[in-house]
């Protein structure tokens, strides 16, 4: 199995940037279909982006519609490590982010948008974007 643990979050004002960095163990990263998701005080948490395992006949990414165009998850295989650029930050980007790992397989990018796809957690990073 794959241990995860995020770092990188903080506090910073609205339309500035962010990254954050997942570091796995035990499993390299390129295995599993790697996400991260969020959830902010008295909402569930929601998938935020996510990237296919490497063994795909088709790499792909995916993001959900409010963060398309501002955020970008990639993965350094060397590394062991999925990363995800934040850019122009707004306060409803407030939340614990958490990186997760999920079983590879061939099926579309809208199979991983459920937590419940995802069978490895992070113990999760907070990021706060102030007005």
């Known amino acids: 199995q794959v241990q995860l643990v995020e770092s990188g979050g903080g506090l910073v004002q609205n339309g500035n940037s962010l990254r954050l960095s997942c570091a796995a163990s035990?499993?390299?990263?390129?295995?599993?279909?790697m996400a991260w998701f969020r959830q902010s005080p008295g909402k569930e948490r929601e998938f935020v982006a996510a990237i296919s395992w490497t063994g795909g006949r088709l790499g792909w990414t995916k993001y959900a519609d409010s963060v398309k165009g501002r955020f970008t998850i990639s993965r350094d295989n060397a590394e062991n490590m999925v990363h995800l650029q934040m850019n122009s930050l707004k306060p409803d980007d407030t939340a614990v982010y958490y990186c997760?790992?999920?079983?590879?397989?061939?099926?579309?990018?809208?199979?991983?948008?459920?937590?419940?796809?995802?069978?490895?957690w992070g113990q999760g990073t907070q990021v706060t974007v102030s007005s």
């Open positions: 035990g499993r390299p990263v390129s295995d599993y279909t």
């Open positions: 997760a790992a999920g079983a590879p397989g061939y099926y579309s990018a809208d199979y991983y948008i459920p937590d419940a796809r995802y069978d490895y």
